[in-house]
C-alpha cells in the first residue's frame, strides 16, 4: 500500500482532473512505520505517529493507489476514449482548415478565370475589328493597283507628261501629280502591310488568352474536386468527433461508476486495515510482555526472515512514482515478480494469524513470528492464487505455504510481501 501527499478537498475538481487523465484507481491506506520501543517513551511515538496516521489517512482520501480490475478497464476506456477523440478532433481541424484553404483558393480561380474570359472576349473583338480593317484597305489597295494598270504604266505616264510641259511650271506640277500618285500607293501598301503585322498579333493573343482560359477552368475543375473530397472527408471527420463524444461520456460514466465501486470496497478495506493493525498491535504486546516476564530475547533483525520466493524485486519498499496518478507515494511493502503458481514459502517459524479473502489484496495470508529483536514481528503475503495452510497451524521456514497468484487488486502474476513490526508496516529488506 501507498500514501500520498494531500490532493485538496475539492473533490469534485480533483476528481475530475484525474478523470481527464484517465487516472481512476483507488489507494488502499495503511498505517505509517512505527518502530515502538517498550516504555514510557514508546507510547509518546505511538501517540505521535497514530496522529500522524490520521493525517495521512485524511491525505489520501482522494489519491488512492489500489484499483480493481473493472476501475482499471474503465480507466484505460477512458484515456483510449480522450486520445480518439483528440486525434479526432485535430483530424477534423485539418480537414476544415484544408476545406477552407480550398474554397478560397476556388474563389481566387474564379476571379482569374472571369478576368481571362474577359481578356479573351476583348482580344476576339479585336481580332474581328482587326480582320474587318484589313479588308477594307486590301479593297483599298487593290482599287489603287487597278486604276494605275488600267490607266497604263505610271512611270511612261509621267514621262510622257513630262514630255508634253510646254513650259518650268507645267513641268512642276506634272512631277508634284507624279509624286502624289507614287507616295499614296507607297503609303496604302504600308498601312496594308502594318495592319496584316496587327492582325498577326492579334491571333497571336487570342491564342494566348484561349490557351490561359483552358488552363485556368481545368485548375479551377481540380480544385472543385478537390473541394469536394475535402468536404467529404470534414463531414466524416465531423461525425467522427460526434461519435467520439458519445463514447467518451459513456466511458466517463463507466469509470464513475467503476470509481463509486471502489470507494465503497476502500471503506471496506480501511476497516480491514484497522482490524489487522489492532491484532497485530496487541499480539506483539503480548508477545512483549511475555519476553520481559520470561526474559527472553531472540534474534537479529538484520537477516532474520528469509526470503518467500526468488523472484526478483519490481517495486522496494518506499516512497515511489505511482505509474498511474503521477503522485509520489509510500509503497508499505516489496512486490516480487514471479509466476502464477509459484511455490511461496514460510520466510521464518511461526503461526497463522489470519486467512481470508480482500477485495483489494485477494488471497491473504498473515504469520506471526512472535517477538523477534525487541518487537512483535508479522509477515503478511498477499494476492495468492490459494494457500496450503489456514489460521492457526504452525509453519517452519521454508515451508510451501502458498503459491503466487494475481487475486484481488492485482495487474499481473505477484507477491506483495509485507512485513509488520509491532504492528506497523516497515522496509522489508531490514529484516531479509
Not at 496522529?51 to 491525505?59: G, I, K, M, N, S
Not at 502591310?193 to 494566348?208: F, K
Not at 461525425?239 to 466517463?252: I, K, P, Q, Y
Not at 528469509?306 to 505509474?323: L, W
Request: with cysteine; glycine share 8%.
Amino acid at each position: 500500500m501507498r500514501y500520498f501527499p494531500r490532493a485538496g478537498r475539492r473533490r469534485d475538481v480533483a476528481w475530475a482532473a484525474l478523470a481527464s487523465l484517465g487516472l481512476l484507481s483507488l489507494l488502499l491506506i495503511s498505517l505509517l512505520p512505527i518502530g515502538a520501543t517498550p516504555g514510557a517513551r514508546a507510547e509518546d511515538d505511538l501517540d505521535h505517529r497514530a496522529e500522524l496516521v490520521q493525517d495521512q489517512l485524511a491525505q489520501a482520501e482522494e489519491a488512492l493507489e489500489g484499483s480493481s480490475q473493472r476501475a482499471r478497464q474503465a480507466a484505460s476506456a477512458l484515456a483510449s476514449a480522450e486520445e480518439k477523440l483528440s486525434a479526432a478532433r485535430l483530424r477534423l481541424s485539418d480537414a476544415q482548415a484544408q476545406l477552407a484553404e480550398a474554397r478560397h483558393r476556388d474563389a481566387v480561380m474564379r476571379e482569374r478565370l472571369k478576368r481571362a474570359e474577359d481578356r479573351l472576349a476583348q482580344a476576339r473583338a479585336e481580332l474581328e475589328a482587326a480582320k474587318l480593317q484589313l479588308e477594307q484597305q486590301r479593297v483599298s489597295v487593290r482599287s489603287l493597283v487597278t486604276d494605275i494598270y488600267t490607266q497604263g504604266d505610271p512611270d511612261i505616264l509621267a514621262f510622257s507628261a513630262l514630255l508634253r510641259s510646254q513650259t518650268p511650271a507645267d513641268l512642276t506640277r506634272q512631277l508634284e501629280l507624279r509624286n502624289g500618285v507614287v507616295s499614296a500607293e507607297t503609303g496604302d501598301l504600308r498601312d496594308l502591310a502594318t495592319l496584316e503585322i496587327g492582325l498577326q498579333l492579334r491571333e497571336n493573343a487570342v491564342e494566348q488568352a484561349t490557351d490561359r482560359v483552358a488552363g485556368l477552368r481545368k485548375a479551377a475543375a481540380r480544385n472543385l474536386t478537390r473541394m469536394t473530397q475535402l468536404a467529404e472527408a470534414a463531414q466524416q471527420a465531423k461525425d467522427a468527433v460526434s461519435t467520439l463524444v458519445g463514447e467518451r461520456l459513456r466511458a466517463s460514466d463507466a469509470a464513475a461508476a467503476a470509481r463509486k465501486a471502489d470507494a465503497r470496497r476502500l471503506a471496506e478495506a480501511r476497516a480491514e486495515d484497522r482490524r489487522v493493525k489492532a491484532l497485530l498491535r496487541e499480539r506483539a504486546r503480548q508477545a512483549a510482555l511475555a519476553a520481559q516476564q520470561n526474559g527472553e530475547t531472540r534474534g537479529d533483525s538484520d537477516g532474520f526472515l528469509s526470503y518467500p520466493v526468488s523472484g526478483r524485486i519490481t517495486s522496494p519498499f518506499g516512497y515511489r512514482h505511482h505509474p498511474i496518478y503521477g503522485y509520489w507515494g509510500l509503497h508499505d511493502g516489496v512486490d516480487f515478480a514471479d509466476g502464477c503458481g509459484t511455490a511461496m514459502r514460510a520466510p521464518a517459524d511461526g503461526t497463522v494469524v489470519s486467512r481470508y479473502w480482500s477485495n483489494s489484496y485477494g488471497n491473504r495470508l498473515i504469520i506471526d513470528h512472535g517477538y523477534v529483536a525487541g518487537h512483535g514481528l508479522a509477515t503478511i503475503l498477499n494476492h495468492a492464487t490459494s494457500y496450503t495452510v489456514g489460521a492457526g497451524e504452525k509453519v517452519k521456514r521454508g515451508q510451501v505455504v502458498g503459491y503466487v497468484g494475481s487475486t484481488g487488486w492485482s495487474t499481473g502474476c505477484h507477491l506483495h510481501f509485507t512485513v509488520m513490526q509491532d504492528g506497523n508496516p516497515v522496509d522489508p529488506m531490514t529484516w531479509l
